[in-house]
């Protein structure tokens, strides 16, 4: 059935014809905005603002970005549209590296929230889907000002599209092949008055890769389901409640004898009250538990080992001073942090914390070529009994086709309770151990700007921008070689100073007809003392690129193509060579490209049938290891989306 089915999807892909329709449609892009420069963001400020107008640099990818790229999760999604980013393996986990940054020091929102749990210092990526998704905000570099601890290296935000004025519903199913993977989703969005209702559901399942014998990456098949609802009433014309509630739930295939089982239960309430025209405040807690346990298969016993709990309430004040021009916004947020796991010692499995932070951030514009911003928080963590300060300044100058952007910021990272406590013999091989001892990481981030953006002719609009950054680490975090009673084990610690040097790149050119084209590239180098060991996996070079074309060509029938690929280049990574942790060596990891051609076809505007082509040069590495791509050649993907409101 699963094979009929499957050659059902590749047979309209292929053979897909446009209905007949005497009128076409409206095929002019120019009132869309090709360029987004009139998106309105929120993540970079935390108050609404024009992307164009905004002096910290956003990258955003938008959901129409999301249909194009036809990305199979929000791994894919980031890694095609953001160079530089590259997920990567450590113990069975993906892990993030960012421009030189560890998963740790990107925080990951959704809608503005933290999410609990972690595995090898990430996130469960897993959690995270395309489903009802407006956009990402990509916010690059230091944002602990607003953000506080782990946004050292940047903030990347989800955000759920907003309510519909009627209804609309939606069902999809995709199909990817190298893994077999089934994916199927559902959303539900309802007005009812003056309460709106969004529910969402996806479930994944897919087979492990076969990798061969060599290979040090484990791969296991899995299933998941993850199911959302949000509830939004409009008390009155100044007062907006917002609940949400989400499930998670993923069973990984890691033995014959045993699975793992990952959990999430979350939740919320938003109140945003308009005072008046001029002044706003924002109150809301959120909750969110993320637990492991493994299953036998012998004994169908499933045993919880870890367990991550977070309790946050927080407040955001706006207040609009037009004589002044200027914003002021403050805010406060306090953080219960409760961790349970079987990597702390015997006697004590379990510890919590408390985290408190106030924060004030002015924006001002003294005039429409200029817009200046700055920003002052406070930190305080009760485990390791820190404080931490953080500040920023930043400016911009503009007028119609350019605009420069200048900045600094200070921002941390906070040992975690993990860091703190642990106490573990990893693997049955060698003990890793906390450190109560540990300070915060600290990073002084400075960036310059300079983007450009105009039209040629009436046919073409384009945008370039490129920027430099620099950032200066210290105290940071990581494990060390330490021997204790003739045993080489691991301990975190803070190491030297670092330093990373980028550039990044891009450049947008839009046609009228609908043909575009799309380049990105980044530049990243990490600076050690002489004689120590460089732990990042960065890669020195990294592009993405993509060329598309989209066409409505009658009311019923549209069209979409695009060409798009990744490149990253060669790195060289300092790895340990012994379970006995005596010897490091520098592992050697080839550069690679991956092309891949996507096709989308639209009938009767709410029917998209969608085809994609990955790795269309079959690429394939010499030996799977950490930082290999996790690809065995081409695959042929394919899916079906139906906006069931839009065929009425």
Known sequence: MKKLHILFMIGLCVCGTAYADEEPADTSVWNKDPLQLETVVVTATRTPKVLKDIPVLTRVITAEDIKKVDATNVKDMLQQEIPGLEFTYSMGQQVLNMGGYDGNNILFL?????????????????????SSVSRIEIVK???????????????????????????AANVNSRYEGATKEWRHGASADFNFGKVNSLTTFQMTDADALNLGEDSSLPTYGSKSYNVKERLIW??????????????????????????????????????????????????????DQYDKSDLSLLTNKDIRDYSNRQHIGRALYHLQLPSWQSQFIAGADYMNDYLMTYQFSDDQNNRSQNSFDAFVQWDYSPSKYWEFISGLRYDYFSASATGKPTWKLAGMWKNTHHSIRASYASSFRAPSLKELYMNFFMGGIFMIY??????????HHFSLTWEHHGSL??????????????????????????????????????????????ADINAQLHHISGLS??????????????????????RPHSL???????????????????????????VDVTEYTSTTLEEMTNTHYDGYSLWKFSLSQRFLNGITLNCAVDNLFNYRPKNYYANSPVTLGTTLTVGLSVDI????
């Open 110 to 130: 959704i809608d503005g929230e933290r999410m609990a749990g972690e595995s090898m210092n990430n996130i469960d990526f897993s959690r995270l889907n395309l």
């Open 141 to 167: 570099g230091a944002a602990s000002t607003l953000y506080g601890s782990s946004a050292m290296g940047g903030v990347i935000n989800i955000i759920t599209k907003d309510p519909s004025a009627t209804w």
């Open 234 to 287: 409009q008390v009155t014309d100044a007062l907006k409640l917002t609940g949400r509630a989400g499930y998670f739930f993923r069973e990984r295939e890691s033995s014959t004898v045993s699975h793992e089982r990952y959990r999430d239960v979350n939740d919320g309430l938003k109140a945003d009250w308009r005072i008046n025209s001029l002044q706003n405040l924002e109150v809301a807690y959120s909750f």
């Open 434 to 443: 906390g450190n109560p001892d540990l300070k915060c990481e600290t990073n």
């Open 457 to 502: 002719g009436y046919n073409f609009r384009y945008s370039t921008t490129a920027t430099g950054h620099y950032n200066f680490f210290n105290n940071y975090i990581t494990t060390a070689t330490v021997q204790r009673d003739g045993v080489y084990g691991q301990m975190y610690t803070n190491i030297a100073k670092q330093q990373i040097v980028g």
């Open 517 to 538: 084209t799309k380049l990105s590239y980044a530049f990243v180098k990490n600076i050690v003392e002489k004689g120590k060991p460089d732990l990042t996996a960065a």
């Open 544 to 570: 993405t690129w993509r060329l598309d074309y989209d066409h409505q060509f009658t009311r019923n029938y549209g069209l979409y193509a695009a060409l798009s690929g990744r490149f990253l280049s060669a």
């Open 645 to 648: 409101e839009k065929l009425f």
